[in-house]
């Protein structure tokens, strides 16, 4: 079965630290791999994917096959990313079939 | 914001009795699916459509029934309701078949009393 863990129920970090957000994934096959968050009062929306490649508002994931892991990180961290990001991923065997993580409530202070 | 609404957007209902949630969309895209969001699950499929009239089970159908009669329509049903429902839902829509960008709804409030 495919699982998604990100072990960090909330991340606190002083605004201009860097920042990551872990997500490990347990898998058969080659899964796509997914960031999506979710600010106050907004819809949930994808913030990257792997296979783009992009960074997008200063995030990137990198793939690390070997630790399956797609941990999301931001060199400086600014108030407005404050908000809750979900690891996901799509099943190999059905794209259909996505699997998120519990979540990461990331707390960026001033 | 993709042209994905739910309605209703809050329900509270009692043990037993039957709900229906609706997303609706503007987007024409083939692919509609139903999540539930619960605190520390994150989000689980419960089921998913890729087509008219085609469905298929995700990860947390138990209790639940789905229907689409028209592209822009997918209607999740809890048949009986139970306090174990109580969660807040989401509609996602996707264009492509292969493991593509989700688009997602609003949100359903539900409390099973």
């Known amino acids: 079965a495919q699982r998604v863990t990100q072990p960090e129920k909330l991340l606190s970090v002083f605004k201009g630290a860097p920042v990551e957000l872990k997500c490990n994934y347990s898998y058969s096959g080659s899964p796509e791999l997914f960031w999506y968050v979710q600010y106050s009062r907004q819809r949930l929306q994808l913030l990257l994917r792997h296979i783009s490649r992009e960074s997008i508002k200063g995030f990137t994931a990198d793939l690390n096959k070997g630790e399956t892991s797609f941990h999301l990180k931001k060199p400086f961290a600014q108030e407005e990313d404050s908000a809750m990001y979900y690891c996901a991923l799509s099943d190999p065997y059905n794209f259909n079939k996505f699997y998120f993580g519990s979540g990461t409530k990331l707390n960026v202070k001033p | 914001d993709a042209g994905i609404t739910q309605s209703p957007r809050h329900k509270v209902t009692e043990t037993g009795t039957p709900v229906t949630l609706r997303c609706h969309q503007t987007?024409?895209?083939?692919?509609m699916y139903w999540y539930r969001q619960d605190p520390g699950h994150g989000l689980r499929l419960i089921h998913y459509?890729?087509?008219?009239?085609?469905?298929d089970k995700g990860e947390v159908s138990d209790g639940y029934s789905v229907s689409r009669s028209k592209t822009e329509d997918f209607l999740l049903t809890l048949e009986s309701a139970t306090s174990s429902q109580t969660s807040v839902y989401f509609c996602?829509?996707?264009?492509?078949?292969?493991?593509?960008?989700?688009?997602f709804g609003p949100g359903t409030r539900l409390t099973v009393l």
């Open positions: 987007e024409n895209h083939r692919y």
């Open positions: 459509s890729y087509g008219v009239k085609d469905t």
């Open positions: 996602a829509i996707s264009e492509d078949s292969g493991p593509d960008t989700q688009y």
